[in-house]
């Protein structure tokens, strides 16, 4: 599968049917390949990624991230195999473990080591499609890795990985535990503004919910913040990496970074100046040119 190299991210929760279909014709209408969508606490995988689908005559529409501990492994081989017989194959499944307060507050399931959790769902899945009547050429799946070991289980399991709040030297990381197997899909969330308080002001909106996770502050560390970084809602030097803002030229150099470094698609998640929830369509449009 070639995903190309701009795809696009946006939260769907708060999207009805008009606003979803409108938002696969236009990221589709403006030229990009890819449009990658959450599993987070309204639309259930399958059913928003079929209706995006149906909604669009080219994209390739990924979720990114279902969340493995949603469904058992024979139910997300299923929904995946249905969504491609379907739609001619442009669904990828992005799975990924999610974090303790959604799996275990929300959900109700034990949160378990997630390495070897995923390991294990992952030789499920494969059992299932050979019980199932056998795998595809190619198994249109993914996974959320930012640490090495993850990265390491993408490239052997899936087609590759896609890691989340991160900067273009995320890249060298990715490959360097990867192998020289695995796509690498990036995402890098953007603010088209020249005010440097205002855009300050909609990444800490934006990156609130993260700061607690030890998912990604330990990749942080890894690219080198540190536990400084994440003081009085994160310096300015973490939201400028986490939300690159400037006009459509200035985020393109650094959109433009990740494909120099390696990647194979810069996922592009579009910021509004105000902070206001909602897809910025001015961002996606100056990009796209």
């Not at 969504?83 to 992005?94: C, E, K, M, P, S």
């Not at 507050?105 to 499609?129: C, F, I, N, Q, S």
């Not at 970074?257 to 194979?264: S, T």
Request: charged fraction near 20%.
């Amino acid at each position: 599968m070639e995903l190309g190299k701009y795809g696009v991210f946006t939260f769907t929760d708060i999207l009805d049917e008009e606003a979803l279909s409108e938002l696969a014709r236009r990221v589709e209408g403006l030229g990009y390949s890819t449009l990658w969508y959450p599993e987070a606490f309204n639309y259930e995988t399958f059913a928003l990624g079929g209706f995006l689908l149906s909604n669009s005559k080219k994209l390739i529409v990924a979720s990114g991230i279902a969340n493995m501990y949603a469904r058992d492994p024979a139910a997300s081989v299923m929904g995946c195999n249905s969504l491609n017989a379907l739609y001619g194959g442009r669904f990828v499944l992005g799975l990924g473990v999610s974090h303790a307060p959604l799996v275990s507050d929300v959900r109700g399931h034990e949160y378990k080591k997630p390495v070897a959790t995923m390991r294990k769902y992952l030789e499920d899945m494969d059992l299932a499609w050979t019980a199932l009547g056998g795998a595809p050429p190619e198994k249109q799946t993914m996974l959320a890795a930012l640490g090495p070991n993850m990265s390491a289980l993408a490239a052997e399991k899936t087609m590759g990985t896609f890691p989340y709040n991160i900067t273009p030297a995320q890249v060298a990381l990715s490959r360097a535990a990867m192998g020289p197997e695995g796509k690498i899909v990036c995402e890098q969330k953007v603010c088209l503004t020249t005010d440097p308080v205002m855009a300050r002001a909609a990444a800490r909106g934006a990156l609130a919910p993260y700061l607690p996770l030890p998912n990604y502050f330990k990749n942080w560390f890894r690219l080198g913040f540190n536990e400084s970084d994440l003081e009085n809602g994160g310096s300015d030097q973490l939201m400028d990496a986490m939300v690159v803002w400037g006009s459509s030229e200035q985020i393109g150099e650094t959109l433009s970074k990740y494909l120099e470094n390696g990647a194979d698609q810069v996922v592009i998640q579009p910021i509004r100046p105000d902070g206001q929830p909602g897809i910025h369509w001015e961002a996606l449009e100056a990009l796209a040119k």
